[in-house]
């Protein structure tokens, strides 16, 4: 996969595209998801799900995606103490905490004006396996 960022923010913050080889060459596939990149401090851990107060505008956004592209919320939860964010060796690069993603594709209009409060279960741990099996359902045709 490949990921590509904007540069004017409409809604969305990256893309993330399959990559698929013919013959000997790599290309794109054409499938790709959408994604709104979000963050939060730890406070809004729970036991069953993360936390987070988003936009209204940001919501509907995200709930209108087109069938074909997948519009995701992924939130990174990070530690409350903000020199925990981050540690750097010569070895690697950490982020503290994890990333956690919810689809609110098909999900009705709200009555609120600012923010919608939306719980992101913590099932939905967005990793590189994660990132995978969601393509595959896109690829699919299958709803994310």
Not at 8 to 29: A, K, L, N
Not at 58 to 65: G, H, I, M, Q, V
């Amino acid at each position: 996969m490949s990921c590509s960022s904007r540069e004017m923010d409409y809604g969305i913050d990256m893309t993330v595209h399959e990559i698929g080889q013919r013959g000997r060459r790599y290309c794109e596939t054409g499938f790709r998801i959408d994604f709104q990149a979000k963050s939060t401090g730890a406070r809004a851990l729970t036991d069953a799900n993360v936390l987070y107060d988003l936009e209204v505008k940001n919501y509907d956004d995200l709930r209108a995606a087109p069938s074909r592209c997948p519009r995701l919320l992924v939130v990174l939860l990070l530690p409350e103490d903000e020199g925990q964010w981050t540690e750097q060796t010569e070895e690697s690069l950490l982020i503290g905490r994890a990333a956690y993603w919810l689809s609110l594709k098909g999900r009705g209009p709200v009555t609120n004006t600012k923010q919608v409060r939306l719980a992101l279960p913590r099932e939905n741990l967005f990793t590189i396996d994660a990132l995978r099996e969601l393509m595959q359902r896109v690829r699919k045709g299958e709803t994310v």
